[in-house]
T-cell receptor, first 115, second 116 residues
Framework: AQSVTQPDIHITVSEGASLELRCNYS??????LFWYVQSPGQGLQLLLK??????LVQGIKGFEAEFKRSQSSFNLRKPSVHWSDAAEYFC?????????????FGQGTRLTINP | GAVVSQHPSWVICKSGTSVKIECRSL??????MFWYRQFPKQSLMLMAT?????????EQGVEKDKFLINHASLTLSTLTVTSAHPEDSSFYIC????????????FGEGSWLTVV
């Protein structure tokens, strides 16, 4: 069965600093990987996804992630964070079920931005 | 606009009553949908796979008699929390995959359930 680990429960960075959120997955086949962001009291917004091809994936809001099969990782990065990036970030791995994608989420990383 | 719509967004109900949450795919057909639950400050956990025209598949530890799932059409799945208790208070969110659009996953806006 697939699983996702986000080692960092809470990260604090200063505005304008670079960011890297870690994600490690376990899955027997080629994984479908996702990063979502959730603001307090809100639903999920997809930042980016990896299905195949180029292992460096560009997403919205200036985020990118790199799939490293050898390390079973899919870390999320942003070169310069903005105060509006403060939120909860979830990494997820997908498995195809009857043509649909079932997601297993990591525990989440809460990002706090210092002014 | 929303591609997957959930209703209601917020609901408060009394202990012992039942509440129904709808998940509707607006522009595509979804033979399979998924229901997730998120307790405050926790991650999302898959509850069940909703299958159009057949029984739902529940994850381990999820009571099928308490969380009734009906997927009677290709665009609508419903989750009914029966005999709700305060510990069922949570954020419930559904997802559907648009296979015609590169298997894009769409999440509903989510439904906040508070049981008092």
């Amino acid at each position: 069965a697939q699983s996702v680990t986000q080692p960092d429960i809470h990260i604090t960075v200063s505005e304008g600093a670079s960011l890297e959120l870690r994600c490690n997955y376990s899955y027997g086949a080629t994984p479908y990987l996702f990063w979502y962001v959730q603001s307090p009291g809100q639903g999920l917004q997809l930042l980016l996804k990896y299905f195949s091809g180029d292992t460096l994936v560009q997403g919205i809001k200036g985020f990118e992630a790199e799939f490293k099969r050898s390390q079973s990782s899919f870390n999320l990065r942003k070169p310069s964070v903005h105060w509006s990036d403060a939120a909860e970030y979830f990494c997820a791995v997908g498995a195809a079920i009857q043509g649909a994608q079932k997601l297993v989420f990591g525990q989440g990383t809460r990002l706090t931005i210092n002014p | 606009g929303a591609v997957v719509s959930q209703h209601p967004s917020w609901v408060i109900c009394k202990s012992g009553t039942s509440v129904k949450i709808e998940c509707r795919s607006l522009d595509f057909q979804a033979t399979t949908m998924f229901w997730y639950r998120q307790f405050p400050k926790q991650s999302l956990m898959l509850m069940a796979t909703s299958n159009e025209g057949s029984k739902a598949t529940y994850e381990q530890g999820v009571e099928k008699d308490k969380f009734l799932i009906n997927h009677a059409s290709l665009t609508l799945s419903t989750l009914t929390v029966t005999s709700a208790h305060p510990e069922d208070s949570s954020f419930y969110i559904c997802s559907a995959t648009n296979r015609a659009a590169g298997n894009t996953i769409y999440f509903g806006e989510g439904s906040w359930l508070t049981v008092v």
